[in-house]
């Protein structure tokens, strides 16, 4: 097999090749292989797997026994045995006839995810697959040749079948693939070009590539890969809220969530704490008159942290479904005597992705709901001690106002998302697939959610970069260092003008920006 070092990328990058074993991949790993980061490979040990894997297929074959997936038809028409001369034309019907997906393409990265995940789960050994399939994916990969998939067309059982047989597809030298400009072309051409042949499948090679979550789980990845990037900085920008509040961060005493020990309370009240040190603002108004301050501040451990445990639970249902086999029919070519070594089951049933997808859709509705209403604390005269919205001149401007309406536009969408997917389900296949997940529509609708939230953060972080301008005293350096930030790409609002590019912008950065890493280069890393 082709094995891959590091190398040049473009003449001046180096490029390092990450290898697969099915049991020790992670979502950053996967990123980076769908970014063009990293080149892919697997280990010797998960050939011989898959190798000893075949040869069980095969040795059906040699047999004449009749098993689900190797000489049968699919679904409803399972009982129909195939015969040995038919076998390479039903795995390519399957996969010309399942490829009937339709909407929007997905983005390069996300086939790419789909691609690197598919290759794992074959490198546990247990889909049966020939080694050729496995191989031309690794080609794809490193040659940068990559599918043309409409994202529709999924239901979250039997896997992701339409997206995924438009992946293979073009493994066959069928179909369509992407291209630099971001537009398709033939398959054909391309390979070609690169100097690869189309893919001949085998006996349940088409199959295997299409019975799988690899759908549902890249539109994971890719969501976990920004939320991991956004929850800090909404602890960020609620603080810097908070600063221009002029409220306490005595809420966050460590004292106070020992009594109630949730682990994402714990978590992001230590964050609260350690990003208002050294805070001139808090320090000056430690003793003011406020008593006790507004719920969307005073309770922003318990309902950040709550978030932040449905990632930590989102991040746990990844690195197990990662290194799984999401395959059926399974093959367990160490099946001790007397085992069945072909086992029919479910693994490709997307349930579990779906319902942790539409938990987090729901749970970060709860974090934009509970920034937009800081950003009314703050832009409310009455409630902050601040000029009216913000503005300079008040009356002849508006100043923030109609920011806050932006964010309840977004929230708005943000309150659709959180609708769950998986409340709904069809039976399909003439009754075969009787129950299916819609976890590819969960999926899908946690990635945009994700862009509704940067959108809401964004909003509040303007508004709270403007109203720290009123105050001379200085706010902590984790403020500083974001505030900067800010105004590196939105200048200070001196009287009123339109502030659509610096919400745009600001959003884009929260999201793809490496802000977080950046302001804890300046200043420490925030506990995680």
């Given amino acids: 097999?082709?094995?891959?070092?590091?190398?040049?990328?473009?003449?001046?990058?180096?490029?390092?090749?990450?290898?697969?074993?099915?049991?020790?991949?992670?979502?950053?790993?996967?990123?980076?292989?769908?970014?063009?980061?990293?080149?892919?490979?697997?280990?010797?040990?998960?050939?011989?797997?898959?190798?000893?894997?075949?040869?069980?297929?095969?040795?059906?074959?040699?047999?004449?026994?009749?098993?689900?997936?190797?000489?049968?038809?699919?679904?409803?028409?399972?009982?129909?045995?195939?015969?040995?001369?038919?076998?390479?034309?039903?795995?390519?019907?399957?996969?010309?006839?399942?490829?009937?997906?339709?909407?929007?393409?997905?983005?390069?990265?996300?086939?790419?995810?789909?691609?690197?995940?598919?290759?794992?789960?074959?490198?546990?050994?247990?889909?049966?697959?020939?080694?050729?399939?496995?191989?031309?994916?690794?080609?794809?990969?490193?040659?940068?040749?990559?599918?043309?998939?409409?994202?529709?067309?999924?239901?979250?059982?039997?896997?992701?079948?339409?997206?995924?047989?438009?992946?293979?597809?073009?493994?066959?030298?069928?179909?369509?693939?992407?291209?630099?400009?971001?537009?398709?072309?033939?398959?054909?051409?391309?390979?070609?070009?690169?100097?690869?042949?189309?893919?001949?499948?085998?006996?349940?090679?088409?199959?295997?590539?299409?019975?799988?979550?690899?759908?549902?789980?890249?539109?994971?990845?890719?969501?976990?890969?920004?939320?991991?990037?956004?929850?800090?900085?909404?602890?960020?920008?609620?603080?810097?809220?908070?600063?221009?509040?002029?409220?306490t961060v005595v809420p966050s005493d460590s004292r106070v969530h020992e009594a109630r020990p949730h682990p994402g309370q714990k978590l992001v009240a230590s964050r609260i704490r350690q990003i208002m040190e050294n805070s001139e603002i808090h320090a000056n108004h430690s003793d003011c008159e406020k008593v006790q301050d507004p719920y969307s501040f005073r309770c922003a451990p318990q309902v950040h942290g709550a978030i932040n445990e449905s990632f930590m639970q989102l991040r746990s249902t990844l690195e197990i479904e990662i290194n799984s086999t999401t395959d059926n029919p399974l093959v367990f070519f160490d099946s001790d005597d007397g085992e069945q070594k072909i086992v029919s089951q479910g693994n490709f049933h997307g349930e579990i992705l779906g319902l942790v997808a539409d938990k987090m859709s729901l749970s970060i509705f709860e974090l934009g709901s509970i920034s937009e209403r800081r950003m009314d604390q703050l832009l409310d005269a009455k409630k902050s001690g601040l000029p009216p919205f913000l503005a300079s001149n008040s009356g002849l401007e508006s100043g923030l106002m109609i920011v806050q309406y932006v964010a309840g536009a977004s929230l708005s969408e943000l309150h659709g998302h959180a609708s769950p997917r998986t409340a709904f389900s069809t039976s399909t296949s003439a009754g075969q697939e009787d129950h299916v997940s819609m976890g590819a529509t969960a999926c899908w609708n946690l990635l945009q959610a994700t862009q509704r939230l940067s959108e809401v953060l964004a909003c509040e972080l303007l508004i709270a970069c403007q109203a720290l301008e009123f105050d001379n005293l200085k706010p902590s350096p984790f403020i500083q260092s974001i505030v900067k930030l800010v105004r590196d790409i939105s200048p200070k609002i001196e009287s009123d003008r339109s502030t659509s590019s610096d919400l745009i912008a600001i959003s884009n950065s929260l999201k793809n920006g490496g802000w977080l890493s950046r302001i804890e280069a300046e200043n420490s890393r925030l506990s995680n």
């Fill in 1 to 247: 097999m082709r094995v891959l070092s590091t190398h040049c990328l473009q003449g001046s990058d180096f490029i390092s090749t990450i290898t697969l074993d099915g049991n020790t991949l992670s979502s950053s790993e996967i990123w980076r292989i769908a970014t063009g980061d990293a080149d892919v490979d697997i280990s010797q040990s998960s050939w011989d797997r898959i190798i000893k894997s075949r040869k069980v297929v095969e040795d059906i074959l040699h047999s004449g026994e009749i098993v689900y997936g190797i000489n049968t038809g699919f679904g409803a028409l399972v009982n129909q045995t195939i015969s040995e001369d038919d076998l390479q034309q039903l795995q390519v019907n399957l996969i010309r006839s399942h490829a009937t997906g339709i909407g929007e393409l997905m983005s390069k990265e996300s086939v790419r995810a789909m691609m690197t995940v598919r290759i794992n789960s074959f490198a546990k050994g247990y889909s049966g697959v020939h080694p050729n399939v496995v191989q031309q994916l690794l080609d794809f990969l490193n040659l940068d040749i990559t599918p043309a998939v409409p994202r529709i067309g999924s239901l979250g059982a039997s896997g992701d079948l339409a997206p995924l047989s438009h992946m293979a597809l073009a493994l066959i030298g069928e179909g369509e693939v992407l291209t630099e400009e971001n537009s398709v072309t033939s398959t054909k051409e391309v390979l070609i070009e690169k100097g690869l042949i189309p893919l001949e499948l085998g006996a349940k090679d088409g199959l295997s590539l299409i019975n799988g979550t690899s759908q549902m789980l890249s539109l994971l990845i890719e969501s976990e890969q920004i939320l991991s990037q956004l929850l800090p900085l909404a602890d960020i920008i609620m603080c810097t809220s908070l600063e221009a509040f002029k409220g």
